[in-house]
């Protein structure tokens, strides 16, 4: 019975191993939640302590991928993203999310935001809630959570990163990160800086510009790249002042949203 329950687990696995990268790495989430730490107000930083206790935000930040591996959280797996096909105007994205129903990351962050807000809420909830919010927000800021359908958000790409073989997706999520080989606290420090000028412009924007925002980069991502590529060196030279850029507005945007939630 405990082998046969094994192989079905190995062989789920094996099937959903392409198309498994779900999520910015470790790394990615941490950074965000590190950064948006930096612009939290006294009041929401007591709120949050008052849920997540001694647990920072960088560190609670991961825990909607700990759950992957429990089929009763199944139903989280549609959060994390959002799929259009490519040539869209920004209007069309805008117009489009304005009726969205579906179960997406963009529907989930504002459907999780109300819930925050209500001051009734269940303790457990609301540690449930909060943990899915700092992890859906750095979701949308990574390019290829807002990616295409055909290709799954680049998870169907195969492409080289150095030696090894991943798929684009990967490169995204963890790649491009961990070749810089800073822990998340180094990598925080070493990008979160921010003019008011800045800060006050992205915390303007409402949720639909962050998706905006994504495809966009995400679009020209799928530009550069096709399946069979090469990826090293140059790919990382070329993209990483777009990689910061995403990180650190993914921390100044869920620090506004969070001052805004618990203000
Ligand atoms: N699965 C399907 N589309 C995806 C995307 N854009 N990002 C992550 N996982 C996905
Ligand atoms: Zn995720
Ligand atoms: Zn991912």
Known sequence: MIRKFNNTLLVGLFLCLPFCGMAWGMLGHRIVGQIADSYLTKKTKKEIFNILGNESIAMASNWPDFIKSDPAYAYLNNWHYINFKGGFSEAEIKDYLATDSLTDVYTKINWLSGQLK???????????????????????????????????????????????????????????????????????????????????????????????????????????????????????????????????????HLAWLLNDIFR
Not at 160 to 174: A, E, M
Not at 198 to 210: L, M, T
Not at 224 to 230: A, C, I, Q, R, T
């Open 118 to 252: 209500n001051k009734e809420l269940e303790q457990d909830k609301k540690g449930f809630y909060l943990r899915l919010l700092i992890h859906l927000v750095g979701d949308i800021h990574q390019p290829l959570h807002v990616g295409r359908y055909e290709d799954l958000g680049g998870n169907k790409i195969r492409v080289t990163w150095f030696k090894d073989s991943v798929n684009l997706h990967q490169v995204w999520d963890s790649k491009l990160i961990e070749y810089q080989q800073l822990s998340y606290t180094e990598y925080a420090s070493a990008i979160n800086y921010t003019t008011k000028s800045q800060r006050k412009a992205w915390e303007a924007e409402p949720v639909s510009e962050w998706v905006w925002q994504s495809y966009q980069v995400a679009g020209k991502i799928y530009g550069e790249v096709k399946s069979g590529d090469k990826l090293g060196y140059d790919y990382d030279f070329k993209y990483n002042a777009i990689l910061n850029q995403q990180l650190l507005k993914g921390g100044v």
